[in-house]
């Protein structure tokens, strides 16, 4: 495929644009594996109501030539005490914690819309959303059959585990890339 020239820029959690992100991120993940319908609503709901107070918490969006959003992505500083950050302590264990979520940024989600996958809207705003930030590394979480954790492979990110969330739940590959 060829590739997708975008505008990768960061914008507040709530407007036009932001919408246009949260049906991005609905369309990305109502395709298999995740066949998920309901998702953008929720995610909506944890960046309004929690992720948005977050240390270090960015928004980025991408738009085609023609303004389009056909992709987002949004993370922040991982720290004691949010869930995602305290189950994957307890699943890798303190040696692994301590080396790579210690000083964590957390890359929380990537949606890319179907249409624009697999053309470097995924790696632009992963790499836009990672530059300049002073942690020393960056973590994430991505479903073992999904294809996501290629793309996140290619970024320089390492397997570090495989977990599930919850009991009976999907397995997670966790991936952590060194910052500096």
């Not at 709901?45 to 991408?62: M, N, S, V």
């Not at 959303?129 to 073992?144: H, I, K, Q």
Request: proline share 4%.
């Amino acid at each position: 495929m060829t590739a997708t020239t975008v505008r990768i820029r960061a914008i507040e959690p709530h407007g036009p644009l932001f919408e246009g992100a949260i049906a991005v991120y609905g369309d990305a993940f109502a395709e298999p594996p995740y066949s998920d319908l309901d998702r953008g609503r929720e995610v909506r709901a944890r960046i309004r109501d929690t992720h948005r107070y977050r240390k270090g918490f960015r928004f980025l969006i991408a738009e085609s030539a023609d303004g389009e959003v056909c992709g987002m992505a949004y993370g922040y500083h991982g720290e004691d005490g949010q869930w995602w950050h305290d189950a994957v302590v307890r699943w890798v264990g303190p040696r692994v914690a301590a080396d790579w979520l210690s000083d964590a940024y957390e890359v929380v989600e990537v949606a890319v819309a179907p249409d624009a996958q697999g053309r470097g809207v995924g790696s632009a705003l992963v790499n836009a959303l990672l530059d300049g930030l002073t942690e020393r590394t960056a973590v994430l979480s991505t479903r073992t059959d999904s294809r996501a954790h290629e793309l996140y492979a290619r970024l320089g990110f390492e397997y570090l585990a495989e977990m599930t969330f919850t009991a009976g739940g999907w397995p997670f590959y966790i991936m952590g890339r060194r910052l500096r």
